[in-house]
């Protein structure tokens, strides 16, 4: 009985690798309890090694013992598999593989730049690795699950959802892994993803840290950076991928920033000038410097917020209107027709409840202002003075040097990304 269903299944695999073969190279596994190899329709037999040394391998073997819905597996890096098991009176006889497919094709680059990485053996044969590898289909992964629903009924007679579909995330990125040691073939291969409940409780922790202007953040910043190390990737492209997840950040923590009590007058305008500073950024580590410049810009404009909660409504006004107008000419004539205050009614005023004249309010916010632009874009110290309206190079010097301590180009030397 068992080997009759066996030769049921079997013609039914020949007739779904058939069917398939039309829409392009989709390879078929199939491996005993074990994990042997039994049969497969690919020649290139190092595609079954990278599966194996997939860090889930070993929990797909375990799932398949008691599991009867199919699994995928997924890299990070687009490259997935499809598991289904095949039966017998309950008791496991094979485990049916389809793939690997990529949900979107890596570039070469990126593909040659980590079996760079691999031992000598390797990146002797990488080239033909990656020309496979670039013959592989490329689908969607709704598509995919389809075919490997396909797979199931084709193995079990049975009907199935999308969301009987187990979808296994702990799997590592099979050719993106950025290994502790850059030298071991198996770090290259073997890189788990980071828990993803940890991943939203520390993005929480560092938005919540924006809301209520913590400036002890920069304690709690490693550790929330190593949860975030290995988050699965948005784009085929390392760059653009870095990219994309800043702007994301850049989005909720702007959001935060207002709910922390900012205006959005004020955070809005900074929140494009740090987008399109991403946007031109050229490397990874400049984007995290901008991100790290925004994150501190952020949690002291929220400090300073909720520091002048005793300020009233015009002087908050004032504030406001200077932080969003730091390139423009201010003056005080201007901030008082705005209140409607007279010029020497809206000094007393200020300064009696900031502690600052409102020349030294602007002159501060001004060179916070400088430190950011020095710390995420590439302008010259002479163009940043000229686009925060200081008078000469010298003058802001000389005025950055007596809030901060130190020249500006002192400061930005030892305060740039490296």
Same mark, same amino acid.
């Given at each position: 009985?068992?080997?009759?269903?066996?030769?049921?299944?079997?013609?039914?695999?020949?007739?779904?690798?058939?069917?398939?073969?039309?829409?392009?190279?989709?390879?078929?596994?199939?491996?005993?309890?074990?994990?042997? !190899?039994?049969?497969? @329709?690919?020649?290139?037999?190092?595609? #079954?090694?990278?599966?194996? %040394? /997939? &860090?889930?391998?070993?929990?797909?073997?375990?799932?398949?013992?008691?599991?009867?819905?199919?699994?995928?597996?997924?890299?990070?890096?687009?490259?997935?598999?499809?598991?289904?098991?095949?039966?017998?009176?309950?008791?496991?006889?094979?485990?049916?593989?389809?793939?690997?497919?990529?949900?979107?094709?890596?570039?070469?680059?990126?593909?040659?730049?980590?079996?760079?990485?691999?031992?000598?053996?390797?990146?002797?044969?990488?080239?033909?690795?990656?020309?496979?590898?670039?013959?592989?289909?490329?689908?969607?992964?709704?598509?995919?699950?389809?075919?490997?629903?396909?797979?199931?009924?084709?193995?079990?007679?049975?009907?199935?959802? !999308?969301?009987?579909? @187990?979808?296994?995330?702990?799997?590592? #990125?099979?050719?993106?892994? %950025? /290994? &502790?040691?850059?030298?071991?073939?198996?770090?290259?291969?073997?890189?788990?993803?980071?828990?993803?409940?940890?991943?939203?409780?520390?993005?929480?922790?560092?938005?919540?840290?924006?809301?209520?202007?913590?400036?002890?953040?920069?304690?709690?910043?490693?550790?929330?950076?190593?949860?975030?190390?290995?988050?699965?990737?948005?784009?085929?492209?390392?760059?653009?991928?870095?990219?994309?997840?800043?702007?994301?950040?850049?989005?909720?923590?702007?959001?935060?920033?207002?709910?922390?009590?900012?205006?959005?007058?004020?955070?809005?305008?900074?929140?494009?000038?740090?987008?399109?500073?991403?946007?031109?950024?050229?490397?990874?580590?400049?984007?995290?410097?901008?991100?790290?410049?925004?994150?501190?810009?952020?949690?002291?404009?929220?400090?300073?917020?909720?520091?002048?909660?005793?300020?009233?409504?015009?002087?908050?006004?004032?504030?406001?209107?200077?932080?969003?107008?730091?390139?423009?000419?201010?003056?005080?004539?201007?901030?008082?027709?705005?209140?409607?205050?007279?010029?020497?009614?809206?000094?007393?005023?200020?300064?009696?409840?900031?502690?600052?004249?409102?020349?030294?309010?602007?002159?501060?916010?001004?060179?916070?202002?400088?430190?950011?632009?020095?710390?995420?874009?590439?302008?010259?110290?002479?163009?940043?003075?000229?686009?925060?309206?200081?008078?000469?190079?010298?003058?802001?010097?000389?005025?950055?040097?007596?809030?901060?301590?130190?020249?500006?180009?002192?400061?930005?030397?030892?305060?740039?990304?490296?």
């Amino acid at each position: 009985m068992a080997k009759e269903s066996s030769a049921k299944i079997d013609q039914n695999l020949f007739l779904f690798t058939e069917m398939l073969s039309c829409q392009g190279e989709y390879y078929l596994w199939s491996y005993d309890p074990e994990g042997n !190899l039994l049969s497969t @329709n690919c020649s290139y037999l190092y595609l #079954d090694i990278i599966l194996k %040394r /997939a &860090s889930c391998y070993n929990d797909l073997l375990e799932y398949s013992r008691t599991g009867t819905m199919p699994m995928i597996i997924s890299a990070t890096f687009g490259l997935i598999w499809g598991a289904v098991f095949e039966r017998d009176n309950g008791v496991l006889n094979r485990i049916h593989i389809l793939g690997p497919a990529f949900t979107q094709l890596p570039s070469r680059s990126e593909m040659e730049a980590v079996l760079r990485g691999t031992d000598s053996g390797t990146r002797k044969w990488s080239p033909k690795l990656i020309r496979r590898l670039e013959s592989l289909p490329v689908i969607t992964f709704t598509n995919f699950c389809q075919r490997l629903m396909m797979l199931h009924y084709c193995v079990c007679g049975e009907h199935i959802q !999308l969301s009987d579909i @187990n979808l296994y995330t702990g799997i590592i #990125d099979v050719l993106r892994g %950025r /290994a &502790s040691n850059p030298g071991s073939e198996e770090d290259a291969f073997d890189r788990e993803l980071p828990d993803r409940n940890k991943v939203y409780r520390a993005e929480q922790m560092l938005l919540n840290m924006i809301r209520e202007g913590d400036l002890h953040y920069k304690e709690s910043l490693s550790d929330i950076a190593s949860v975030f190390n290995g988050k699965q990737q948005l784009s085929k492209n390392a760059l653009q991928h870095a990219k994309l997840s800043q702007v994301i950040m850049i989005a909720l923590a702007s959001r935060s920033a207002i709910e922390g009590g900012v205006s959005p007058e004020i955070i809005y305008p900074r929140s494009d000038a740090y987008i399109k500073d991403v946007d031109n950024a050229q490397n990874a580590p400049e984007i995290t410097g901008i991100g790290m410049s925004m994150i501190d810009d952020f949690i002291n404009l929220v400090h300073s917020k909720n520091a002048d909660q005793n300020l009233s409504k015009p002087v908050r006004s004032c504030c406001d209107y200077i932080e969003s107008h730091l390139e423009e000419k201010l003056a005080i004539s201007d901030l008082a027709r705005r209140v409607g205050y007279t010029d020497y009614y809206l000094s007393r005023k200020f300064k009696s409840e900031t502690g600052l004249s409102v020349n030294d309010y602007i002159k501060n916010a001004r060179i916070r202002r400088a430190k950011t632009l020095m710390t995420t874009t590439d302008l010259s110290i002479q163009e940043i003075s000229d686009m925060l309206g200081f008078s000469a190079r010298s003058f802001f010097a000389e005025v950055f040097k007596q809030v901060v301590g130190i020249p500006p180009a002192q400061w930005r030397d030892e305060n740039k990304v490296m």
